[in-house]
C-alpha cells in the first residue's frame, strides 16, 4: 500500500496518588481532550486497569476514532521504563510488581510505554521545554516524593535495572528520619512536601517564637511560602534548612553527573526564592569546584499536570507500533 494512514495522535495517562488523567495528545503536544478519575477507588488492579481502557477507549472514539491514535504512554510513581510495571510503589494502592503496561496492551490492542514520572517529564521538557537544545542535564520531581531522571548526551540513562536516579532515597542525614522506603535520612524525608512539614514542626519546637504556622493544624507547603512572604522567621526559617539540605544533595549528584544544568518541576519546584537561595547558596559551598559555576538551576514552564500528559505522549511516541486494528 502506497498511501498508508499517518496516525497523528497518542493517548497520554498520568497516575497519581489520588487521581488519574488521561489525554489525547497530537504530534505538536496539543492536548486534544483531557479528564480525570480518582485512583484510590480501584483498589484492585484488574478493575483499574478495565476502568481505564474504558475510558480511554470513550474518549478516542469522541476524538478522531481509532485509526488515529498510534499508541499509548503512562506515566506513574515507581513505574519502570526497562521492565513496563510498577515496581513495589510505596503510595499507590497496588503492591508488588504490576505489568500495567502489558495489561493495558491485552486490552486496548495497541502499544503501550511506561516510565516514572521523572523519566516521562525530562522526555516532556526535551521535546517541548526548557531542556530543549541541553544534552546533559537532570530533572528532579519535587513533591510528594522527590525523584530524578538523568539524561546524558541527550539520551535517558535508566541504569542495569532501570532505577538509576533515585535521589530521593539517597541518603543525606546519617540515622534521620525514616522513610517510607524503610531507610532513614532520605532526601524525600527533608525536601518533599511531607519532609517540609516535618521541618516546620521541628523549627517551631525549638522557638517560642509567634509564627502563623502555629495556627495551622494541616499545614501546607504553598502556606508557609505564603507565610515566608508575609516575613514570618520560622517560616523562613524552614525553607531555609530545607534549600541547605537539597544544596548539599545536589552538590553531591553534580560532583558525580557532571549536568549542564537541573530542571525543577512539582509542586515543592514553586517555593520560590525562599527556598532556592539557600539550595543555591549551599549547593555551591559544596560542589567540586572545577565545575563550580558551571551549572544551572532551571525551572519547568509546565504544570505538574500538563508535564505529566506531554511526557508520556512521548514515551508514547518512542515505544514501537503495534495494533490489532491494522
Same mark, same amino acid.
Given at each position: ?38 485512583? %484510590? ?67 486496548? %490492542?495497541? #502499544? ?5 514520572? #521523572? ?56 540515622? %534521620? ?88 518541576? %512539582? ?60
Amino acid at each position: 500500500m502506497i498511501h498508508e494512514t499517518i496516525k497523528t495522535r497518542v493517548v497520554g495517562v498520568d497516575i497519581q496518588i489520588d487521581t488519574t488523567t488521561l489525554a489525547v495528545i497530537d504530534v505538536r503536544g496539543n492536548i486534544i481532550a483531557s479528564e480525570s478519575f480518582n485512583t %484510590g477507588t480501584n483498589p484492585n488492579i484488574g478493575d483499574f486497569a478495565s476502568i481505564l481502557s474504558e475510558r480511554v477507549v470513550s474518549m478516542v472514539e469522541q476524538n478522531g476514532g481509532y485509526e488515529s491514535v498510534r499508541s499509548l504512554g503512562i506515566c506513574c510513581p515507581s513505574a519502570n521504563y526497562m521492565t513496563a510495571c510498577i515496581e513495589n510503589a510505596p503510595n499507590l494502592p497496588w503492591k508488588g510488581v504490576v505489568p500495567l503496561a502489558a495489561m493495558m496492551r491485552d486490552r486496548l %490492542g495497541l #502499544a503501550v510505554a511506561l516510565g516514572n514520572n #521523572a523519566y516521562a517529564r525530562g522526555l516532556g521538557e526535551l521535546a517541548f521545554g526548557v531542556a530543549h537544545g541541553i544534552k546533559d542535564f537532570v530533572l528532579l520531581t519535587m513533591g510528594g516524593g522527590v525523584g530524578s531522571s538523568i539524561f546524558i548526551n541527550g539520551q535517558y540513562y535508566a541504569g542495569r535495572d532501570g532505577f538509576a536516579g533515585e535521589i530521593g532515597h539517597s541518603l543525606i542525614r546519617h540515622d %534521620g528520619r525514616l522513610c517510607g522506603c524503610g531507610n532513614k535520612g532520605c532526601l524525600e524525608m527533608y525536601c518533599a512536601r511531607k519532609g517540609i512539614r516535618m521541618t516546620a514542626q521541628e523549627v517551631m519546637a525549638e522557638s517560642d517564637k509567634p509564627s502563623k504556622m502555629r495556627l495551622i493544624e494541616d499545614l501546607t507547603v504553598d502556606q508557609i511560602v505564603a507565610f515566608c512572604d508575609m516575613g514570618d522567621e520560622l517560616a523562613i526559617e524552614t525553607l531555609r534548612r530545607t534549600g541547605t539540605v537539597l544544596g548539599e544533595a545536589l552538590a553531591n549528584y553534580a560532583t558525580t553527573v557532571n549536568p549542564e544544568a537541573f530542571i525543577f518541576t %512539582g509542586s515543592v519546584a514553586h517555593c520560590g526564592d525562599w527556598l532556592f537561595e539557600p539550595a543555591w547558596e549551599s549547593f555551591n559551598d559544596h560542589i567540586f569546584h572545577n565545575i563550580k559555576g558551571k551549572v544551572k538551576f532551571l525551572w519547568s514552564q509546565f504544570d505538574e499536570r500538563e508535564a505529566n500528559l506531554l511526557g508520556a505522549s512521548v514515551l508514547a511516541w518512542n515505544v514501537k507500533e503495534y495494533s490489532l486494528f491494522k
